[in-house]
């Protein structure tokens, strides 16, 4: 897994863990749902970590604590 999927599997247990959609996720976030809609798409492979930073102030957990998940651990060599 690379660190874009993992990013994203990471959001969506958090979602599911909070009873939460992608949507709801963004307004607590303050980022346009197209901003979140877009960040999960599997076509596009960057992520911001503006973006995270901002997903984690809405669900209201650090960074450290975002990142400090077993989907991290294992992560695919992103230079090929």
Do not use: H, W
């Not at 992608?22 to 877009?38: D, H, I, K, M, R």
């Amino acid at each position: 897994m690379n660190i874009k999927d993992a990013v994203c599997k990471r959001f969506d247990e958090l979602c599911k863990q909070r009873g939460i959609t992608v949507n709801e996720l963004a307004n607590l976030s303050g980022v346009t749902p197209s901003t979140a809609y877009s960040m999960m798409d599997n076509k596009r492979r960057d992520v911001s970590i503006v973006t995270i930073k901002k997903f984690c102030d809405g669900l209201e957990i650090s960074v450290q604590e975002f990142f400090d998940s077993d989907v991290f651990k294992k992560l695919e060599q992103e230079i090929k």
